[in-house]
């Protein structure tokens, strides 16, 4: 049994080898679903109905797929050039405390003025998260993946530290939570009355200019070629180190505003659970997408409608939402064996 | 001592619409060498894929010792006796000798190793071949030519009467293609016989006893090796007449590279080297002897450590890459795949990664992919590269039409120096030519040539003077009508460079 590279992948196969991907995720997880004694076909139903069935449900499909947007971009910048950011939970929760001690009264400003500096030091604080990191690489060639993996956890107790220390709220009983942001700091919803907020669109706005700068600038250009072949790369003159810590700055800035969307356009505040994990989803979103910006925003919003329709469904039926997690990751796994059969055929001689 | 050990009757293999082999028929005698001739894709490897049951043939069939082959199975294949030596070696490089020897060759399940028998088995073949080898030595020590003969040495562990050796020579010197050559007359004079692929006529010469020249996946000819010609050869390999390069004596130039008693961390040892406009200067040598370090040095990869170098009479000890090819200096880099292309992008994206920051590419950081189309596009006509669109990913082309594709992006530059790294390696005649013919042409133009080759016909064959480079040491260079192989020879292995001095790297 062998792998044989497809000259020229059929239109058909690129269509139907995901479809079937797709089926694949579905009869397994009816399988799960069907042992713990309910239907599939009605488990499915809610969740759907749960993730799109309604005005509600589908604006907190979209309100939950925000971050994982960001996320999702952040890994799909870093990955391109081949340098492993598994530290988006990391640049994430940074972002978060930038906006918290910026946005909660020390810059008494008017929104048009402090939500673009909250923009800015929410993105810095990302982005110098992993320019560590990548400076290692580097300068010694210290694997990112254990550096950015280790740093989520250096950061998670350092935002602790914070939260019982300095950015403790003082009225917040005792609650390890930091003071609300003002009003002005405050990303506008929306529709009136519904969580959907305007960090979606800044969302969108970010998966397009990522788009752009992928296949428009020579800096997207020069962090295709470094993650492809940095030898070539350094042969035809490029400054790859360079364009290294550039992949770093973007990518981690992108996970930097997931920590101001949830914040500003949310929560309101930061506590330890801002995120469920986002930053780690971004990776499966990135993945999902192929690595390419616009397919982030839809894989986000898949992978935002399976976790919000299990929730709902959970609740009416008798099936645990972890059912969700089994979805997620059996997608992931089915999407890339379903892209390697259209880029391979297998032979079993 | 004729018997038939191996034939192949009416072969046929289809890829899509390419015809790979077509109604392939011969035979190989006990203890006979017998070459397969032919360009890149003309259906060399895909036979011997076959043969070895990698491919299922679509037509035909194999006999072996008079028993047919069942197709398809490569265990078979190892079992009736054929055994295969890579072009790219199979070999685990943290392994010893005698480690990769073995592996595969013992059950899973067993619990103990046979390691002694398998030792004493190892150094009696090695001595019945005259193959020496140190079984205890790990596989990343061994030179490139050491290497080879633990792939043959694998290949005779298994029983193997039949060796398909696809394209031997292909990373080896001179000097270890001719004792690869005596290696092989030795194996024949104990029976066993030889499947030599090659493209190199000179090799195929001095080898085999008969030769197959395959063509479009046909064969077209069979000859015995004593009477053929060289010329004949090529004539059915590329199926029209061809052309040998001509080079009129020119004047030379002024000085265009200086090099002053360099040192580099990567193996330059005080070489000196001077280059004028209008010459080709050729730089022989075994790799490893620091051609590498003075490409280096010159594409401005690596800075000396001391000495000083000049390039039009410029300072150039700190220019960067980048800067290099401002300077329009070319560089064809030894190793195309790693260093020349990024395989997984298209013609377009590899045709400007030279020139990408240059105004008329680059609006404010900002691509114009149309005007780098339309440069793709003017290499490909201009410089004959065969592909189906600028789109095409350069992973796709032959070895052939990518080296078109780095001569076309870095000489349509107009460049005034061209470091040439052995730009003809992996190549078939026709495109070797193509190569020569434009590095003459830039001669012409009044452009400075280094010529950095393994192969020693080439150099002959183009350069002006002629320098050897030898522990990082380079010699005083000579007219190519002064020298002969012989000498080049003697300066390769040492002769005539004075004893390295104490700061010897």
Redesign the interface.
């Given at each position: 049994m062998r792998l044989e590279p497809r000259e020229k992948p059929s239109l058909l196969i690129t269509i139907a080898y995901p479809a079937l991907a797709v089926l694949a995720v579905f009869v397994f997880a009816g399988f799960l679903v069907s042992l713990s004694g309910a239907n599939p076909f009605s488990v499915f139903g809610l969740v759907l109905k749960g993730a799109a069935g309604s005005q509600f449900a589908l604006f907190e499909t979209l309100t939950r797929a925000t971050p994982l947007i960001f996320t999702g971009l952040a890994a799909a910048v870093a990955f391109r050039a081949k340098l492993w950011n598994i530290g988006a939970e990391a640049q994430l929760y940074m972002g978060a405390v930038a906006t918290v001690v910026f946005g909660t009264g020390l810059l008494p400003l008017p929104s048009p003025v402090l939500i673009p500096i909250l923009l800015i030091v929410a993105t810095l604080a990302g982005a110098l998260t992993l320019l560590g990191p990548a400076f290692l690489k580097v300068r010694f060639g210290v694997d990112e993946v254990v550096t950015t993996l280790l740093l989520n956890f250096i950061v998670i107790l350092f935002v602790s530290l914070l939260l019982e220390g300095p950015l403790k709220d003082p009225m917040g009983m005792g609650w390890p939570q930091t003071k609300k942001v003002i009003a002005e700091a405050q990303l506008p919803k929306l529709i009136q009355g519904k969580r959907l907020h305007f960090g979606f669109i800044l969302a969108l706005v970010a998966a397009v200019a990522v788009w752009v700068i992928n296949t428009r600038t020579a800096l997207g250009y020069e962090m295709k070629a470094v993650g492809f072949n940095p030898r070539a790369s350094r042969f035809a003159g490029m400054k790859v180190d360079r364009v290294m810590l550039k992949t770093a700055l973007l990518s981690g800035g992108l996970a930097g505003l997931a920590g101001l969307s949830e914040v500003s356009g949310l929560k309101g505040n930061l506590t330890l659970d801002l995120s469920p994990g986002f930053g780690y989803a971004g990776i499966v979103v990135a993945m999902l997408a192929l690595l390419h910006p616009l397919g982030v925003v839809a894989a986000a919003i898949f992978v935002a409608g399976i976790f919000v329709g299990a929730d709902a469904m959970s609740r009416s039926a008798q099936v645990p939402s972890y059912i969700a997690q089994v979805m997620v990751a059996s997608a992931l796994l089915a999407m890339v064996t379903a892209v390697m059969f259209t880029r391979y055929r297998l032979r079993w001689k | 001592m004729t018997d038939t050990v191996l034939s192949l009757d009416r072969i046929s293999k289809r890829f899509?619409a390419l015809i790979a082999n077509d109604a392939i028929s011969f035979d190989l005698k006990q203890g006979e060498i017998v070459a397969l001739l032919g360009e890149n894709g003309a259906g060399k490897t895909t036979l011997m894929n076959i043969l070895f049951g990698h491919y299922?043939a679509d037509d035909g069939s194999i006999s072996v010792f008079g028993k047919s082959l069942p197709p398809?199975?490569p265990r078979a294949a190892i079992q009736a006796g054929i055994g295969m030596v890579h072009q790219h070696f199979t070999l685990a490089d943290n392994l010893t000798v005698l480690d990769n020897i073995m592996l595969g060759t013992e059950k899973p399940w067993r619990l103990s190793s046979r390691k002694s028998e398998a030792r004493q088995r190892l150094t009696k073949l090695a001595q019945d071949f005259g193959l020496a080898i140190e079984p205890d030595k790990t596989v990343a020590e061994l030179s490139v030519g050491e290497r080879q003969r633990v792939e043959i040495l694998k290949v005779l562990y298994r029983e193997a009467r039949i060796l398909i050796l696809d394209e031997p020579t292909a990373v080896l010197t001179p000097q270890e293609s001719q004792s690869l050559f005596a290696t092989l007359k030795k194996l024949t004079a104990q029976g066993l016989s030889i499947i030599f692929i090659s493209h190199k006529l000179n090799e195929v010469l001095s080898v085999s006893d008969r030769i197959f020249v395959l063509r479009a996946g046909r064969l077209v000819a069979e000859r015995p090796t004593k009477g053929t010609t060289r010329k004949e050869l090529a004539e059915l390999m590329v199926g029209r007449p061809i052309a040998e390069p001509k080079i009129e004596p020119q004047p030379h130039g002024d000085i265009h590279v200086e090099i002053r008693a360099v040192t580099t961390a990567d193996g330059l040892d005080h070489a000196d080297l001077t280059l004028h406009g209008g010459e080709i200067l050729g730089l022989a040598g075994v790799s490893g002897n620091g051609q590498t370090a003075l490409a280096n040095l010159l594409?401005?990869?690596s800075p000396p450590k001391s000495g000083t170098l000049h390039i039009f009479g410029e300072d150039a000890a700190r220019w960067?890459?980048?800067?290099?090819?401002r300077k329009r200096i070319a560089?064809i880099?030894e190793d195309r795949h790693?260093?020349?292309?990024?395989?997984?992008?298209s013609v377009t994206?590899n045709v400007i990664?030279?020139i990408?920051?240059e105004p008329r590419f680059?609006k404010r950081?900002?691509?114009d992919?149309r005007a780098a189309e339309g440069f793709a596009e003017e290499i490909i006509k201009g410089f004959d590269v065969k592909c189906p669109s600028p789109t095409t990913r350069v992973r796709?082309l032959s070895g052939g039409n990518m080296q078109k594709l780095i001569l076309g992006r870095t000489l349509s530059l107009a460049p005034r120096f061209i470091l040439a790294c052995q730009p003809a390696r992996g190549l078939d005649i026709g495109a070797v030519s193509y190569v020569h013919e434009r590095l003459i042409q830039a001669r012409k133009s009044g452009a400075s040539v280094l010529l950095i080759s393994d192969d020693l016909d080439e150099i002959l064959a183009l350069a002006d003077r002629v320098a050897v480079i030898y522990r990082g040491r380079i010699s005083e260079p000579l007219p190519r009508q002064q020298v002969t192989i012989q000498e080049l020879g003697l300066m390769m292995a040492g002769h005539g460079f004075s004893e390295g001095d104490a700061h010897a790297a």
């Open positions: - | 899509g299922v398809g199975q594409s401005g990869l960067t890459p980048d800067l290099v090819t560089r880099p790693a260093e020349g292309l990024v395989a997984d992008m994206e990664a030279e990408y920051r680059n950081g900002f691509l992919w796709l």
